[in-house]
C-alpha cells in the first residue's frame, strides 16, 4: 500500500492522526508529517482516515 497527500489541499486538520495515528502525525509546527509506506496491517485506519479528511486530501494505491 502506498499512500499520498496532497499537501495543496491538506488543511492540516489532524483528523487522518486521530484515524491512523501509527501512519499520520502532526509535527510541532502543526504540520502533517506521514508514513507513505505504511504496513498492510494499517489498511483499514488508513482508509478511515481517507475519509475524514475534510480537504479529501489523501490517497490510497496498491
Avoid: W
Avoid at 509506506?37 to 489523501?58: L, T
Amino acid at each position: 500500500m502506498r499512500v499520498t497527500v496532497d499537501l495543496s489541499l491538506c488543511q492540516d486538520h489532524g483528523q487522518c492522526a486521530i484515524a491512523a495515528p501509527a501512519v499520520f502525525t502532526m509535527n510541532d509546527d502543526g504540520k502533517l508529517e506521514f508514513n507513505g509506506n505504511p504496513d498492510d496491517s494499517e489498511r483499514d485506519y488508513v482508509e478511515e482516515a481517507a475519509d475524514v479528511c475534510p480537504a479529501q486530501a489523501i490517497f490510497i494505491e496498491d
